[in-house]
């Protein structure tokens, strides 16, 4: 199983970006799917979450700017990031929480992460 990221850049305050993230492999099921971000010097820190019924969290500091989607007939999540500030500067990761073939068990994979960067 691998998550594939894309979709980070460099962007003015204010801009916007998206971030894809998709998963391949013998995979059964995907539970839950989400982003992190990790900024330097920083702990990784959860962005949003989405469950496969479609129910989403966010961080408090991305509530309104951020939205967070997913499709899963192609295993893929998004990352819609509007109204951009340099603090959002990080690497992303996804993450899923997955159910792979020949297992009962479910397993977290994480993505290679992807920069964003916020500067003007």
């Known amino acids: 199983v691998q998550l594939q990221a894309s979709g980070g850049g460099l962007v003015q305050p204010g801009g916007s970006l998206r971030l894809s993230c998709a998963a391949s492999?013998?995979?059964?099921?995907?539970?839950?799917m989400g982003w992190y971000r990790q900024a330097p010097g920083k702990q990784r820190e959860l962005v949003a979450t989405?469950?496969?019924?479609?129910?989403?969290n966010y961080a408090d500091s991305v509530k309104g700017r951020f939205t967070i989607t997913r499709d899963n007939a192609e295993n893929t999540v998004y990352l819609q990031m509007n109204s951009l500030k340099p603090e959002d500067t990080a690497v992303y990761y996804c993450?899923?929480?997955?159910?792979?073939?020949?297992?009962?068990?479910?397993?977290?994979?994480w993505g290679q992460g992807t920069q964003v960067t916020v500067s003007s």
């Open positions: 993450k899923a929480v997955i159910r792979r073939t020949g297992s009962y068990h479910l397993h977290d994979y």
């Open positions: 492999g013998s995979i059964v099921s995907i539970n839950v």
């Open positions: 989405i469950t496969s019924g479609g129910n989403t």
